[in-house]
C-alpha cells in the first residue's frame, strides 16, 4: 500500500514536496490554512488572494538557475505553464557588460544560467493548479493544523495531524508527516517539548525588506540598461529591480535595522518613490511617464537566518516527521534562494525516503544530503550578512576605521573580484554558478586559474580597470535622507549599546 503523506501548508515549500514526492505513487495531501486562489488569472491572484500564512507573497521573487533547471528536466509541461502565464526568463546574455560584449561568444551552457521571474503570486497560482492536476495529489484549504499527534517512545513518532475546518477538530492519520508550514511553524517546537533533541541555529539578518510594485503604462517599454545599475549596496541603503509578469515590475529596498528614521519612514509611498527617483539606475523605472504603481508598499521584519538538525551528531531524534523549506532552513531574502532551498530539500526527501524504509535511516540520510547540499550556501550568507551587519554599524561609529586586514579584503573584493568577473566571460560564468547553487558558492575563487585572473586584474591598478567599476549606486547617506526630508543624526551610543 502507497505511503500517505500530509503535507503542513501549501506554499512553495509544500508545491515543491508535492512535485517531488507524486512521481513516487504516495498518496500526498497537502493542508493549507488559507483559502484557494481566486478564480481568474495572475491579475486576480495578485489583487484577491489572501495568504495570511506567507508574509512575503508581495515581495520580490525569482526562481534562481537550480530551480529553473529542476522544472525544465522533471516538469517540462509546468515550465510551458509558467511562461505561458507570462513568467519571464533572463537569460545569461542580459548580464553581460559592455566590456564582456566586446569579446563574447556563446557557449551551450550559458542556457541553464538562465533566472525565471514574476510576481509570486502567479508563480504559486500556476504551481498550484499544476500540482493540484496530478492524480495522486489532494490540496485542501480552509484546514488548520493544531498539533502533531505523537505515540509515546525514547525518540518521538510522529502518526498524524490535528486538524480544524469547516467540519470541527478531528485526527487524520499518516505515515509521513512533512513540516512545509514556514517560519510560523510550532511543529519543532512541540517536538523539543516531547523529549526531541533538535540542533537549533539562529541569527539576525540584521536588515528590514521593503517592496511596491508597478506596471507599465500602456504602450511603455521597461527601461534600457544603461551604466546605472538598477541593483546595488549603498550599506544604508540595497536596491534592486524584479521585472516581472504581464507589464509588471516590483522594486524593493532593504534598510539596515540601525537605520531607524529611514525605515520608519519608507513604508511611505511617497518616500518610497522618492529614494528610488534619487538612484539613477531606478529613476527611469518610477518615471511616471513609464510606469504607475500598483501597490502599498510591502514591509517584512523580523528576518532571521536558522539552520535545524533533526538528527545531531547523526543519529535521528524523530521518526515519521521532515520538515522541508523555511521550516528546516531559513535564509535572509535578500540572497533570493528560499525557494531553491525548499525545492532542493524537497527532492532530497524524495531521494531519502526511496533510498531507506527505516523511518531513522530515512531522516539520517535526508538531514546528512542537506548538510551536504545547502551548507556551504547557507554558511555564505550568514557570513554575508554578518559582514553588512558589521559595516553598517562601523559607517555609523564616529572616528571608526576599519583594520589593516579589513581594508586589503575589502580592496582584494571590490578592485580585484568584482573587476575580475564583469572583465572576463570565462570568470562571470564561474561565478554565476555558485550564485545560481550549481556549485559550491566558493569553488570557483579557490580554481588556481581564476584566483590567477583575478589577481591580475587587481594588479592592474584602478587607472587600467577604470571602465570595469560600476558607478556609485546612488547619493551619499547623509545626501539621501536630507533629501527625503529626514535627518541624518542618529542616536549613535543607545543603537550600537549591545543588548541587555
Request: glycine share 10%; aromatic share 8%; hydrophobic share 40%.
Amino acid at each position: 500500500m502507497a505511503e500517505r503523506v500530509l503535507v503542513i501548508g501549501a506554499g512553495m515549500a509544500g508545491l515543491w514536496t508535492a512535485l517531488a514526492l507524486a512521481p513516487t505513487g504516495r498518496e500526498v495531501i497537502l493542508l493549507e490554512r488559507d483559502p484557494p486562489p481566486p478564480t481568474g488569472g495572475p491579475d486576480e491572484a495578485f489583487e484577491g488572494w489572501t495568504r495570511r500564512g506567507v508574509g512575503h507573497l508581495r515581495h520580490s521573487h525569482a526562481f534562481l538557475a537550480r530551480l529553473r533547471i529542476l522544472i525544465r528536466d522533471e516538469h517540462p509541461q509546468l515550465l510551458t505553464e509558467l511562461l505561458g502565464a507570462g513568467c519571464r526568463d533572463l537569460g545569461f546574455e542580459g548580464g553581460l557588460t559592455d566590456i564582456h560584449r566586446l569579446s563574447y561568444v556563446a557557449d551551450p551552457v550559458d542556457r541553464d544560467l538562465a533566472v525565471l521571474t514574476s510576481r509570486r503570486t502567479t508563480l504559486e497560482l500556476v504551481m498550484r493548479r499544476y500540482v493540484e492536476r496530478q492524480a495522486n495529489v489532494v490540496v485542501r484549504s480552509g484546514v488548520f493544523v493544531r498539533e502533531l499527534i505523537l505515540a509515546p517512545g525514547a525518540v518521538p513518532l510522529v502518526t498524524g495531524l490535528v486538524v480544524e475546518d469547516a467540519d470541527g477538530r478531528h485526527e487524520l492519520a499518516a505515515d509521513l508527516v512533512v513540516d512545509a508550514a514556514g517560519r510560523t511553524s510550532m511543529a519543532v517546537e512541540q517536538l523539543i517539548e516531547a523529549g526531541a533533541t533538535i540542533g537549533q541555529e539562529t541569527e539576525d539578518c540584521g536588515i528590514l525588506y521593503f517592496t511596491r510594485h508597478y506596471r507599465l503604462n500602456p504602450g511603455a517599454s521597461e527601461p534600457e540598461r544603461s551604466k546605472a545599475p538598477a541593483t546595488g549596496d549603498l550599506e544604508y541603503l540595497k536596491f534592486g529591480v524584479f521585472p516581472g509578469d504581464n507589464g509588471c515590475f516590483s522594486i524593493t529596498l532593504c534598510v539596515p535595522e540601525i537605520e531607524e528614521e529611514l525605515r520608519k519612514k519608507i513604508v511611505d509611498p511617497a518616500v518610497f518613490d522618492a529614494a528610488c527617483a534619487r538612484l539613477p539606475g531606478l529613476a527611469p523605472w518610477v518615471d511616471p511617464a513609464t510606469a504607475m504603481p500598483i501597490s502599498r508598499v510591502f514591509g517584512m521584519g523580523d528576518l532571521h537566518s536558522r539552520w535545524r538538525d533533526l538528527a545531531p551528531g547523526g543519529r535521528a531524534s524523530v521518526s515519521g516527521f521532515f520538515p522541508v523549506g523555511d521550516s528546516l532552513v531559513r535564509s535572509n531574502p535578500l540572497y533570493g534562494r528560499g525557494c531553491s532551498f525548499a525545492a532542493v530539500s524537497a527532492h532530497l526527501l524524495r531521494d531519502a525516503l526511496q533510498m531507506f524504509s527505516d523511518p531513522g535511516a530515512r531522516l539520517e540520510a535526508y538531514q546528512r544530503r542537506v548538510g551536504a547540499e545547502l551548507r556551504p550556501y547557507y554558511d555564505a550568507m550568514r557570513d554575508a550578512d554578518r559582514s553588512a551587519i558589521r559595516r553598517a554599524r562601523q559607517a555609523l561609529t564616529p572616528g571608526h576605521r576599519p583594520s589593516l586586514k579589513s581594508r586589503i579584503t575589502r580592496r582584494f573584493f571590490e578592485d580585484g573580484v568584482a573587476v575580475a568577473v564583469r572583465s572576463d566571460v570565462d570568470l562571470f560564468r564561474a561565478a554565476l554558478r555558485g550564485f545560481h547553487m550549481l556549485e559550491d558558492p566558493q569553488a570557483w575563487l579557490r580554481r588556481p586559474k581564476n584566483l590567477a585572473k583575478v589577481l591580475g586584474y587587481w594588479a592592474r591598478g584602478r587607472e587600467r580597470n577604470a571602465a570595469a567599476y560600476r558607478p556609485r549606486g546612488g547619493p551619499e547617506r547623509e545626501e539621501m535622507l536630507r533629501d527625503l526630508g529626514l535627518s541624518p543624526e542618529l542616536d549613535i551610543e543607545r543603537l550600537l549599546a549591545p543588548a541587555a
